[in-house]
Nanobody
Framework: QVQLVESGGGLVQAGGSLRLSCATS????????MGWYRRSPGKERELVAK???????NYADSVKGRFTISRDSAKNTMYLQMNNLKPEDTAIYYC?????????WGEGTLVTVSS
């Protein structure tokens, strides 16, 4: 079992920044890949960014150059730094982790970007 707890969401104006955190109940080195997904109103959940144990990262085209995924092994926490936020980034953001072939999700944190 893996518990994932997101934090850091909130209301921000367009052009602003937020940093999301995902705290894990297991050693982060045992979780790979980890990622951030989001679900916007009326849309399917989509991948935002993914990070592997090796440090390799993948990003959705819509966030490349604006978002950065990272993880801190000492704190067992994954982050998503979001800069130059746009109204279309408004969504519930979910943390995801794969552990021994099973996927785990957090409850989500709401990000609202006003124009």
């Amino acid at each position: 079992q893996v518990q994932l707890v997101e934090s850091g969401g909130g209301l921000v104006q367009a052009g602003g920044s937020l940093r999301l955190s995902c705290a894990t109940s297991r050693s982060i080195s045992s979780l790979s890949p980890m990622g951030w997904y989001r679900r916007s109103p009326g849309k399917e959940r989509e991948l935002v960014a993914k990070i592997f144990r090796s440090g390799t990262t993948n990003y959705a085209d819509s966030v490349k150059g604006r978002f950065t995924i990272s993880r801190d092994s000492a704190k067992n926490t994954m982050y998503l730094q979001m800069n130059n936020l746009k109204p279309e980034d408004t969504a519930i953001y979910y943390c995801y982790a794969l552990y021994i072939a099973s996927g785990y999700w957090g409850e989500g944190t709401l990000v609202t970007v006003s124009s």
